[in-house]
């Protein structure tokens, strides 16, 4: 045991293309120019955050079979941003969403290795998986996944991915000019893969990177999802907004973990959280008010309600009553390229119902009311005790933070909260070390033995 | 009577060099090869002698030099970063100079090279291009598992790999660079227009499908980057077989070839012309540039040494598919001056040995191509498609 008070981790997560982002603030600016990204990078690591997080999505979003067009859209290459920014920052670790479908491991392993030797260990991975035809008519093998298979298929891309980076030896590159022997053997790098998902073999080119291998993060929720995360990810992304709901999770996580040998430090569960900051608690509410408007417009209001009723309601008065007709229970979507958020129809229009009746609701109304309120809002000491309370109460190792605003949004978050959390002895002052896994006391990861003739089962 | 247009000079930055035992030369840094420090040192190097670009070297399988063989040798360079990593890390500590990686077509998605070749304009402000790589290897298939591709003859000859399987992977290479470009393009340019009277971040009558349905492959598009700095980065292809001039007449801009002599130039040259006319491109003309490998010192004598040292070093001698010029700055000088009037319009140089032959190339082969007012002085154009002199294309699909 140490006496150091359990330490709060804090990430830095680029603002997305939902509704969260308010483009229509006079102080935002491009999600496209390399500009908007080193700057958010750079106060993120002024104020020693752990790491810097990019998510992505392989088609722009639909809904009535049109290009979404009401929030930001579009966004740059994942690998080519973060291989960017480490030229412009020195510690922030760089972490980065990439599919597990839509690429192969070869390929992606090649590009994470590349990534953490060209940031001196500061890579980090988000497996997602996917199985949508609609993505999938962007790539070669169409949407070639069964909803059903792409936790088989993401698993054993991992485990893929993990020989791969297993392939060279640490201090393989010998680069002994006077003997005149660059490499410690020939087979540096060769490897076998024979599994349902993947046969393949070669020879792996990228010598064993700082941390050994990134990173990775796991976002998924399922059961199958967070049995995945038990196994196999060094930290997890959620998004359980109450100190319950939070503590829940993180006793299911956290308690899966012995199974696979492995201690609860092992697995950092990082929520996503949003913020609204205020000179006082009242400000901080009207300001957070003002935010959910311009986050919720009356176009977006009906756009959320036709994700549960699945009817165009384009002709309703986003100012007047929920729509009297019932939602539409058919298989068939009206929304494309985004996550379902809203699972049971019947339930949550009858719940919205009833919220809307006692509470005289209109449709915009109701709907800033039951989407996505900010995970923190108050002054900067009480967004801090807010901060400090979830991770002392275990329903979160730390959060990654969307701030709302492109690039300035965490500017105050960095000036005003985390000098107090680092008052508090619970937030870093200084980098304790040069490669995320350091930020994240994660240890460098092993290497596994590994056999390049024969066939690797996989230790999942 | 006015001087000729002056020459564009790039040089391909691979590993140590392009000799197998430049490593081991005393200014060699071997140690370097995998970290981010070296690859920048060399293209700031590289911006600092005004070069117009650097190619970056990749390939999915390891060093050899003999193709489709794993070499046993523990002696030479094994190991390299993704080529396109290399140039985003590099792109934000550089201002001017073109960068340009190599892309492998064979097995990679078109949807994902797009968007990551667009960043890479926009981490450098129009600086992004690409080199699309052709891989009929075996050996690379296999680490992919998707597909077979099968060599009859492993031994390296090129005449050896079957000729309907180079044409299909030729095809399929313009296919895809004909899906990276139209992803590039399915953004028009003010697509984006944030009106908040209307609540729209796009106008989505600006973002478009491309709806690409091909023998390889269907892409249904529209990208989900914005349309890059150039609009269309720029398209190199390496071609020393006709069916590669029919793919670099169908799709490039710029074209990198292999001539031995003054006279071999001027027969590429004119060949690479017909096939344009062949294709019916109505592109600018295609950019030719020729390789040579550099062996460059203050005298001849000196150059052949360091060479021979090398090939001692190496046990043989260093074999290329380009021409290899052992000699002074001046002479190379001389002959890049005799073969522009054969019709090349710039030179990609590639460095026997690293640092020393990219530095006289920086110092005193630009310095004697200035003496000859056959190069400049300093950098003009902000964006790599204005310095080679080609113009930014609209949108396909923007209606006039």
Known sequence: MTDRPRQIHLAAHFPGVNNTTVWSDPRAGSH?????????????????FDFFFLAEGLRLREQRGRIHDLDVVGRPDTFAVLAALAAVTDHIGLSGTINSTFNEPFEVARQFASLDHLSGGRAAWNVVTSWDAFTGENFRRGGFLAREDRYDRAKEFLQTARELWDTWDDGAVVADQGAGRFILDADQGAFVHKGQQFDIA???GVPRSPQGHPVIFQAGDSDTGREFAAADADCIFT???????????FQDVKGRLARYGRSPDDLKILPAATFVLGGSEKDAVERSAVVRRQQVSGQTAILFLEQVWNRDLSGYDPDGPLPAVEPDLGESSIVQGRVAVFEDRMKTAAKWRALSEAQGLSIRELMIEVTNPASFVGTPLQVATQIEQAVTAEAADGFILIPHVTPGGLDEFADSVVPILQEWGRFRTEYDGPTLRDHLGLSVARRTSFSPTGVNAGAS | MANPPHLHLAVALEGAGW??????????????????????????ESEWGL?????????????????????????????????????????????????????TTTHTEPFHVSKAVATLDYVSSGRAGLQARVSASELEARQFGRRRISNPLPNGARDSLDAGLVNDLFDEAADFVDVVRRLWDSWEDDAEIRDIATGRFIDR????????????????????????????????????????????????????????????????????RAHEAAEGRRDPPLRIFADIVVFLDEDTATAHDRKQRFDDLDGEPLRSDALIFVGTPADLAELMVAWQAAGIDGFRLRPGAIPHDLEMITHEVVGALQDRSA??????????????????????????
């Open chain 2, 375 to 400: 190069f400049r002085h300093h950098y003009e154009d902000a964006t790599l498609r204005a310095r080679l002199g080609l113009a930014r294309p609209a949108s396909r699909y923007a209606l006039a």
């Open chain 1, 202 to 204: 070669g020879h792996f």
């Open chain 2, 205 to 272: 009558t600006k973002v478009h499908y491309i709806d690409f349905v091909g023998r390889y492959f269907s892409v249904k598009g529209p990208s989900i980057t914005p349309r890059p700095p150039q609009g269309q980065p720029l398209v190199s292809v390496l071609a020393h077989i006709p069916v590669a001039f029919r793919l670099a007449a169908r799709s490039a801009d710029l074209v990198y070839i292999t001539p031995e002599n003054t006279e071999a130039a001027g027969s590429i040259v004119a060949e690479i």
């Open chain 1, 32 to 48: 496209i120019e390399f500009s908007s990204f080193a700057k958010l990078a750079r106060t993120a690591e002024r104020a020693k």
């Open chain 1, 239 to 249: 998004r359980h907004g109450s100190i319950a709901a939070g503590q829940r999770f």
């Open chain 2, 19 to 44: 000799h197998p035992a430049a490593w081991r030369a005393s200014d060699a840094r071997p140690r370097d090869l995998f970290s981010p420090d070296y690859w920048v040192d060399l293209v700031q």
């Open chain 2, 51 to 103: 070069l117009d670009f650097v190619t970056l070297e990749d390939s999915l399988a390891p060093q050899s030099t003999r193709r489709g063989v794993i070499e046993r040798r523990t002696d030479r360079v094994r190991g390299r970063l993704d080529a396109l990593l290399i140039a985003a890390r590099v792109a934000p500590t550089t201002s001017a100079i073109g960068i340009v990686p190599v892309v």
